[in-house]
Nanobody, 126 residues
Framework: QVQLVESGGGLVQAGGSLRLSCAAS????????MAWFRQAPGKEREFVAA????????YYADSVKGRFTISRENAKNTVYLQMNSLKPEDTAVYYC???????????????????WGQGTQVTVSS
């Protein structure tokens, strides 16, 4: 079984920044495509950003493009989400997700991921 543990959430004012981290328990982390999703109260879960296992490809939702950056450190089994210029509409629980895959692709659908973290709350005040 794989455990994903997110951290770094919190309360920040609009225009501020946060960096989320997600640590994976499996040593073969370098073989996993990773992504971040979020879910706001009363809304469905939505895709935020994805990264291929080799860090060669990334993809972002239009709503966060230019403000958020996904990255990974395979040596530390960790994926990050740097969030800048935060807006109140970014308020949500953020989840990381993992999919072990032989291909160096990224994936944007929640159903494509096999493992999920417990989530970390991000609240942006106006």
């Amino acid at each position: 079984q794989v455990q994903l543990v997110e951290s770094g959430g919190g309360l920040v004012q609009a225009g501020g920044s946060l960096r989320l981290s997600c640590a994976a328990s499996r040593r073969t982390f370098s073989r996993a495509a990773m992504a971040w999703f979020r879910q706001a109260p009363g809304k469905e879960r939505e895709f935020v950003a994805a990264i291929s296992r080799s860090d060669s490809s990334t993809y972002y939702a239009d709503s966060v493009k230019g403000r958020f950056t996904i990255s990974r450190e395979n040596a530390k089994n960790t994926v990050y989400l740097q969030m800048n210029s935060l807006k109140p509409e970014d308020t949500a629980v953020y989840y990381c997700a993992a999919r072990w895959t032989p291909s160096d692709n990224y994936y944007t659908g929640g159903e494509e991921y096999d493992y999920w973290g417990q989530g970390t709350q991000v609240t942006v005040s106006s």
